[in-house]
């Protein structure tokens, strides 16, 4: 697509896990990001990665916040230092985009808020799986009215978080538990779809402690505990009217299962799995028998750059930080704000004060999202690239 705005000079905090979807999407797939350095603790990574992926600069994290050519910051680190990061990156005149979840703490994120709103400054937050082809598709289908007004609905997703946190050592670390860095996709697909949630009802259970002996792993722990609530079952209650149950268990076994279903009075639709961008949607209604029904936005997660990378199902991860990005040069609000990943952040805290207290909690913050434009689409022909990045520009 022709560059229809400047470019907005980029840097990327973080290197791990994640990084590279983002990396290679921010140097390649969206023309409104000119991704000009990156920043890590170990500065090896960062340079590996450079190289990797073409990257001009490999910086610290002093040099970013100093650099005044340096607009927007895409923070990747681990969510035990998002606030540092963002806070230190507002404070230096950087719009900050972070990866969920917002913060560790609520009134930190509510910090930050206020900081970003007193500088003038942009804050936009992950997850952005919402922006992509199935929630777009299914927040289409709901907006058209093919199933009604929405009653309720059940969200479900498992897996064995312990054998991950084997795997991935970050999931030991603060926010770590499955709600947080997996339930917090079916929580943003929710207030994408149905908008705010207005209360929130819970009983929880931790992760067990795991006793397992790494092999080939210098310092590994010989037994941990995931902190946190590992286990949910919840209730939320939204301003729609909407009743949702929420069922979360990372104590099981198994790679992810996942369900997503809401429940209109015309209707039904079952929504894909939240955590990618492509997750079918599939709709039943009277006298008819189910049937999938046909994305109308772009940002599937087809991988129409390269080789397969890791993360690779996250497809378009990045999505969020362009849509941003064209909101500075539109000078609009950008859908994924600092409302956005807060009113994510209180229902997550508020499920683990829920489940403490035994009453309901009652929601502070509130945010809706405009949805993008249908009509545009990631492929042509199933691999060529075409014009979903319009769908971005309002």
Same mark, same amino acid.
């Given at each position: +697509?022709?560059?229809?705005?400047?470019?907005?000079?980029?840097?990327?905090?973080?290197?791990?896990?994640?990084?590279?979807?983002?990396?290679?999407?921010?140097?390649?797939?969206?023309?409104?990001?000119?991704?000009?350095?990156?920043?890590?603790?170990?500065?090896?990574?960062?340079?590996?990665?450079?190289?990797?992926?073409?990257?001009? *600069?490999?910086?610290?994290?002093?040099?970013?916040?100093?650099?005044?050519?340096?607009?927007?910051?895409?923070?990747?680190?681990?969510?035990?230092?998002?606030?540092?990061?963002?806070?230190? +990156? /507002?404070? @230096?005149?950087?719009?900050?985009?972070?990866?969920?979840?917002?913060?560790?703490?609520?009134?930190?994120?509510?910090?930050?808020?206020? /900081? @970003?709103?007193?500088?003038?400054?942009?804050?936009?937050?992950?997850?952005?799986?919402?922006?992509?082809?199935?929630?777009?598709?299914?927040?289409?289908?709901?907006?058209?009215?093919?199933?009604?007004?929405?009653?309720?609905?059940?969200?479900?997703?498992?897996?064995?978080?312990?054998?991950?946190?084997?795997?991935?050592?970050?999931?030991?670390?603060?926010?770590?538990?499955?709600?947080?860095?997996?339930?917090?996709?079916?929580?943003?697909?929710?207030?994408?779809?149905?908008?705010?949630?207005?209360?929130?009802? @819970?009983?929880?259970?931790?992760?067990?402690?795991? %006793?397992?002996?790494?092999?080939?792993?210098?310092? @590994?722990?010989?037994?941990?505990?995931?902190?946190?609530?590992?286990?949910?079952?919840?209730?939320?209650?939204?301003?729609? $009217?909407?009743?949702?149950?929420?069922?979360?268990?990372?104590?099981?076994?198994?790679?992810?299962?996942?369900?997503?279903?809401?429940?209109?009075?015309? $209707?039904? +639709?079952?929504?894909?799995?939240?955590?990618?961008?492509?997750?079918?949607?599939?709709?039943? /209604?009277?006298?008819? =028998?189910?049937?999938?029904?046909?994305?109308?936005?772009?940002?599937?997660?087809?991988?129409? /750059?390269?080789?397969?990378?890791?993360?690779?199902?996250?497809?378009? =991860? $990045?999505?969020?930080?362009? %849509?941003?990005?064209?909101?500075? *040069?539109? $000078? *609009?609000?950008?859908?994924?704000?600092?409302?956005?990943?807060?009113?994510?952040?209180?229902?997550?805290?508020g499920i683990d004060a829920a489940a403490t207290s035994g009453t309901t909690y009652e929601m502070k913050s509130s945010c809706r999202i405009r949805p993008l434009a249908p009509g545009y689409y990631s492929t042509v022909w199933g691999s060529a690239r075409a014009d979903a990045e319009r769908s971005l520009i309002d």
């Amino acid at each position: +697509m022709p560059d229809l705005f400047p470019k907005v000079k980029t840097a990327v905090v973080g290197c791990g896990s994640i990084s590279s979807i983002y990396i290679r999407n921010l140097k390649s797939l969206f023309s409104i990001i000119d991704l000009v350095a990156l920043c890590n603790r170990t500065r090896s990574k960062a340079e590996e990665k450079a190289a990797h992926f073409g990257v001009a *600069r490999v910086m610290t994290l002093e040099e970013v916040a100093a650099d005044p050519e340096i607009e927007l910051v895409v923070n990747l680190t681990p969510p035990g230092s998002h606030y540092e990061v963002t806070k230190m +990156m /507002l404070e @230096a005149g950087k719009h900050v985009y972070s990866e969920k979840v917002f913060t560790t703490d609520l009134q930190q994120a509510y910090e930050l808020s206020a /900081l @970003a709103k007193q500088r003038g400054l942009y804050l936009g937050v992950a997850p952005d799986t919402v922006l992509g082809a199935g929630i777009q598709t299914a927040r289409r289908v709901l907006d058209v009215g093919l199933i009604g007004k929405v009653s309720s609905g059940f969200v479900s997703v498992t897996r064995s978080h312990n054998l991950m946190s084997e795997l991935f050592p970050f999931l030991r670390g603060q926010c770590g538990c499955l709600p947080y860095d997996v339930g917090v996709y079916y929580v943003g697909a929710l207030i994408a779809l149905l908008g705010p949630v207005k209360a929130v009802r @819970a009983f929880t259970a931790p992760a067990p402690v795991y %006793e397992k002996q790494l092999l080939f792993v210098e310092d @590994a722990p010989k037994a941990w505990q995931i902190p946190g609530s590992n286990l949910v079952c919840a209730g939320l209650e939204f301003e729609s $009217g909407a009743l949702v149950s929420v069922h979360f268990n990372g104590n099981t076994v198994g790679d992810e299962q996942s369900r997503f279903e809401l429940y209109g009075n015309l $209707g039904m +639709m079952k929504v894909g799995d939240p955590n990618v961008f492509g997750g079918k949607v599939t709709l039943l /209604l009277p006298e008819g =028998r189910e049937v999938e029904f046909p994305f109308t936005h772009g940002y599937d997660g087809s991988n129409t /750059l390269s080789e397969p990378t890791p993360f690779d199902g996250g497809g378009n =991860r $990045g999505i969020g930080v362009a %849509e941003m990005a064209y909101a500075l *040069r539109q $000078g *609009r609000p950008n859908r994924l704000s600092q409302d956005y990943g807060i009113h994510c952040l209180e229902v997550l805290t508020g499920i683990d004060a829920a489940a403490t207290s035994g009453t309901t909690y009652e929601m502070k913050s509130s945010c809706r999202i405009r949805p993008l434009a249908p009509g545009y689409y990631s492929t042509v022909w199933g691999s060529a690239r075409a014009d979903a990045e319009r769908s971005l520009i309002d």
